[in-house]
């Protein structure tokens, strides 16, 4: 994945990689696709022994490690400078063990349009 043409969606424990150029063309795509994450994850966190078990089923987890699983995760739509400093230090620290070929503007990646769309009642802008 280049790192010029990608931004991670964050929702809950998963990152979802994300085109820039669709991002900017159908930002309201990408709200969806959050807001039935959102809609997954409630569902599951309401019927945590229907999940792993559909999670053993469907990806072979067994039921008991699955539902340990669903127990820990926390759907949570956050994005702070705090959140913002800890991507850069991994940026620089990719950067200096060679993981990433060039250096990129990490400000330029941050694209919020979507997560304000899907959930315009729990946006809070900060600034």
């Known amino acids: 994945m280049n790192p010029k043409n990608w931004i ?3 929702a809950g424990h998963e990152v979802l990689p994300v085109s820039l150029e669709a991002v900017a063309e159908k930002p309201e795509a990408l709200a969806g696709a959050l807001k039935a994450y959102k809609k997954a994850y409630e569902w599951m966190n309401n019927n945590p022994q229907k ?4 999670a053993n089923t469907l990806m072979g987890v ?3 490690s699955a539902r340990n699983t669903i127990s820990t995760l926390n759907y949570n739509v956050i994005f702070s400078e705090e959140y913002v400093d800890i991507i850069r230090d991994m940026k620089e620290f990719a950067l200096e063990r060679g993981y990433l070929a060039e250096d990129y503007n990490l ?3 941050i694209v ?3 997560i304000e769309l899907a959930f315009s009642d729990m946006f809070i802008d900060i600034d």
């Open 8 to 10: 991670p969606a964050i």
């Open 51 to 54: 999940a792993a078990e559909m």
């Open 62 to 64: 067994p039921t008991e």
């Open 107 to 109: 400000d330029e990646k």
């Open 112 to 114: 919020l349009e979507p």
